[in-house]
């Protein structure tokens, strides 16, 4: 687990465009079942890809015209119990962090593993996210 004053601004850096940080099993699973329409899950991490790629790019789609209606991140290596019941909703995609899942009323329509992050630009992870959500979004 890492220290809380280490993730701090790295949780600020997605807290601040909008997102939920989510701490408990019972928040992600109640978001994920409960929301009408879509929902943007981050799994954040301390990782190299996730400050040079994944938390920019995921900023960056957010400028697109159509967005998702809920914003929600969970820290891996900090917030255990809540990543691993976001992780649970991406299967059949095997445990990854960084990594990025579009719900669309409960389903799962898009996701980003981090072979997907850790390779591209965070205007190539925008553009991937802006196209989902071109597609899922109202």
Not at 17 to 30: A, K, Y
Not at 65 to 88: C, I, M, Q, W, Y
Not at 117 to 134: C, F, K, P, R, T
Request: with cysteine; hydrophobic share 40%.
């Amino acid at each position: 687990m890492y220290p809380e004053q280490l993730v701090a601004p790295m949780k600020e850096e997605l807290t601040k465009v909008g997102f939920q940080q989510l701490t408990n099993p019972t928040e992600v699973d109640s978001l994920i079942k409960n929301t009408k329409g879509t929902v943007l899950m981050v799994v954040n991490s301390v990782c190299g890809c996730a400050a040079g790629n994944m938390r920019p790019g995921v900023t960056l789609s957010l400028k697109n015209g159509k967005t998702p209606s809920n914003l929600a991140t969970v820290f891996a290596g900090v917030d255990g119990e809540a990543v691993a019941e976001a992780r649970k909703h991406f299967l059949p995609y095997p445990p990854s962090s960084p990594s990025i899942a579009l719900f669309k009323d409960g389903e799962l329509v898009h996701f980003l593993e981090r072979h997907h992050i850790e390779g591209g630009s965070a205007q190539v992870i925008a553009d991937n996210l802006s196209s989902a959500y071109d597609e899922f979004c109202n």
